[in-house]
Structure formats: C-alpha cells, structure tokens
C-alpha cells in the first residue's frame, strides 16, 4: 500500500456509535483501574484485556486503525482519555442522513407526526432517534435495520426503574407497545421496557443486538 493511500484510509470512519460507546467503557475501566490500585501488574492486565475486547468487535482491521485502537493502553489520566475519545469521535460512522421528510414517509399513517429537532442531533452519538410525541402520547423509534431506516411506532407507559430492552442497563423505563401484525389480517399487541429518555439510551448502547431484536419483534 502507498503512502498515500495509506493516509486516505486513515481518516475513514470506521466504527459504529455502538462501538464508540463500547470503547469508551473500556477506556472508563481502565482509569477506574488507576483509581483503585497502584498495582501495574493488575492495570496492565486490565489494558490487555480491554484492548482484547475491543479489537474483538472488528474483523478487518488496517494498520492505522490498529494502531489507533491500540493507543487506550497508553492512557493513564483523564485528559488522555479525552484527547482519545475526540479522535476516536471523528471515525464514527454518522447515522445515516434522516430529513423530517424520510421521517413522515416512515409513518404514513399518522397524521400531523411531530418529528424531533434534527437539528439538534449530533448523528455520531445515536444508534437510533427516538422521541415522544406528548399529543398522541405515542413514542417513535427510526433506526437503521440491515441498511434499511425503519420507523416503529408504540404507546408509552412510563413506569419505574428496570432494565431497558434496547441499551440493557438499569434506567427510568416505559412499556412501549405496538400493534404488529401476526397475520394475513390480523394484529397483536407486542411490547417491552425502553429507556424514557431515549439520548441517554443511545449513550448506553454498546451493542445494537438488543436493538435489532427489538425491531424485529415489532415492526410489522
Ligand atoms: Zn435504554
């Protein structure tokens, strides 16, 4: 490969938000470890094991992004971290581009949908745009499913703290149900817990598995 090439690859993105979030787990882990003990021997086996999960997500990985994953073990301290994070966050693959108007055609049926601010969505920190429409009490999810954008739509029921069915961890939840077709003519009621608050959710997504169970168990 030229240099020249070489330096091309370089600035693509290449990793999902879901993967920047797992990264940035990692990375928390290894300053917890700094935190907790003086032993070098244990925090260097925390690196090697952090770098090993990381590298695990990818299976084809070139020079420059190897050498870029790699640069969590020579973190020690907080600005380390930050510096890294940042240069990580410019190989993040935005969410793919979603105007107000791809947003209505998603849901036909729904009359005057109240779409979020897209504006104000920083599309590398999203696996997925969620909102709640307070008129018609009804959450919408748009996500990105084997390169398609689907848009799902449910009712919401706040209720207490449990684990989310999209991020997995233990937040402020709904039951968010839709009707999905189980026939040639005929519905059924599906739901499942989901975070309320849907940026923090996506700050928690380190794997889209659950997201992707989720959208089959729902969409029609
Ligand atoms: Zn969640």
Redesign the pocket.
Known sequence: MTKEMNILLKNIPFLRHDQYNFIKFQIKNILHAYATTKDEGVIYTVKLSSLDKIFSLFTNLNESQVALLSKVVDIEEHYQADSLLTELKSYVIPFRNTTEKTITKLFPKVKKLKAPDLKTIDFREISYIGWYDIRSERKFLVADYNGELIGIQGTFMKSIKGI?S??N?Y?EVGLFTANVRSGKETYTNRGNY??ADSD??NQ?LTSLEKLKKFIELLSN
Request: aromatic letters at 0%.
């Open positions: 989310c999209l991020c961890s937040e989901i975070c923090n959710c928690n």
